[in-house]
């Protein structure tokens, strides 16, 4: 069975029978609002009859927690990447839907292997539910040039987090950000869960969601990135742990 509505939010629940076992899977979608998004338009999308189909390919494609639709020519996008915008875009057809959870990292303690030009570039614009579009990536978290620049949240519990979304820096230099791992500790010196990694590089306002790897628990979430060439800063305008 599943039910979708065409508003703002957006409920599914499927009803999944294998031949192991019989489950049921809720998943509910959001419309986001409070920002633009943007897809990548070298992708080619597929024809649906309508968001309830979008929204179901969705749900039966392992790890996809986002899709864009188009409520004009009921075309429906998986795949792709995609980018923040700053250009107002509430006239485009494309819609962008994400999954409902609940973002644990605003305005938590963040620590990083260091910081690059204080206070412009300090650890709590990590988490201080704001992408901003400035200059020299301003506003945005940034180590300075280390081996292995990290940036560590502490949850101030223990979650089992779904996924971390991490908002590249938008103005330019995106591509330094690549071979990023997501790891899960019970304490901040110790991760003992990897939850996945992004290989990149990425690209400039790029949006990059990181979905766990099963199980994955942990009070606090450490963002490396083990990119051994030059230019090795890790810059984030803002980072979300969904669970």
């Avoid at 968001?51 to 996008?77: G, I, R």
């Avoid at 988490?127 to 040039?145: E, P, S």
Wanted: net charge neutral; with cysteine.
């Amino acid at each position: 069975m599943l039910f979708c509505s065409d508003k703002s939010f957006l409920f599914c629940f499927l009803c999944l029978s294998t031949s192991f076992s019989d489950s049921s899977v809720s998943v509910y979608f959001k419309r986001k609002t409070n920002l633009y998004f943007r897809r990548e338009i070298a992708v080619i999308p597929d024809y649906v009859l309508s968001l309830t189909e979008c929204a179901m390919k969705c749900v039966c494609k392992n790890k996809c927690v986002s899709f864009f639709y188009n409520h004009l020519d009921f075309c429906c996008q998986l795949g792709g990447k995609t980018y923040v915008s700053f250009a107002d875009s509430s006239t485009d057809p494309w819609k962008y839907y994400e999954r409902q959870m609940t973002n644990v990292a605003s305005f938590k303690l963040v620590s990083m292997s260091s910081e690059w030009n204080p206070p412009h570039h300090s650890p709590s614009y990590a988490v201080d539910d704001q992408v901003l579009n400035t200059l020299n990536g301003a506003k945005c978290a940034c180590t300075q040039n280390d081996f292995t620049p990290w940036m560590v949240i502490d949850l101030e519990n223990t979650f089992d987090v779904n996924y971390v979304t991490l908002f590249n820096r938008i103005d330019t230099l995106g591509e330094r950000l690549q071979q990023v791992t997501v790891y899960l500790g019970e304490d901040s010196g110790s991760f003992s869960v990897t939850c996945g990694t992004f290989t990149g590089p990425g690209e400039n306002a790029e949006v990059i969601h990181i979905v766990c790897n099963k199980p994955a628990t942990g009070r606090f979430v450490k963002i490396q990135m083990n990119n051994f060439q030059r230019n090795r800063y890790l810059t984030l305008c803002e980072i979300r742990i969904l669970v």
